[in-house]
């Protein structure tokens, strides 16, 4: 399925594709490949070992999501890695919230820029996401426990029209 959309404040065409399976590249059907698992956390791991010396908390969980936990990948999708973790549990965050965001936010795109990994051609992007975020996407996969968080549905596709312009 195909969608074509103009957006008339920008004039861009966006075009938004909908696959009927999931990355073949990521997945076996809807599971996860073992080895890439594997990698994925040993990678999520390093951005840890990277973020942790300061504020030195427990990782909760490690997630996929995105386009490539979802049925509208393309060639062009990266790989979304959440490194879960309760920021309330950083000691500063009481007294200085806003700085700790800041900091992990520094600290990530420090990450990605200096190690620009890849799987395939796509690109890894790693993020310390906040246990207490809102985190809405139609498809999230718990590395760490090999299990749907929030198993997609080919048939139903959520646009982030906000992301994407992002991006």
Do not use: C
């Amino acid at each position: 399925k195909t969608e074509t959309v103009i957006d008339e404040e920008t004039t861009m065409i966006k075009e938004y594709t909908t696959q009927s399976t999931l990355n073949p590249q990521i997945w076996h059907e809807d599971h996860l490949k073992p080895k890439l698992r594997e990698k994925f956390l040993k990678i999520a791991n390093a951005f840890a070992d990277f973020l942790l010396p300061i504020i030195d908390v427990e990782i909760r969980d490690v997630t996929l999501t995105g386009s490539n936990a979802n049925y509208n990948w393309t060639d062009k999708s990266d790989i979304d890695l959440h490194v879960l973790i309760n920021y309330k549990d950083i000691k500063a965050y009481d007294s200085n919230a806003a700085l700790v965001r800041e900091y992990l936010m520094a600290k990530k795109s420090i990450w990605n820029n200096n190690y620009p990994l890849t799987f395939r051609g796509m690109q890894i992007e790693l993020y310390a996401q906040d246990t207490n975020e809102p985190h809405a996407s139609t498809g999230v996969f718990s590395i760490m426990q090999n299990k749907w968080i929030e198993k997609p549905d080919s048939d139903v596709v959520s646009i982030e029209d906000e992301a994407i312009d992002r991006k």
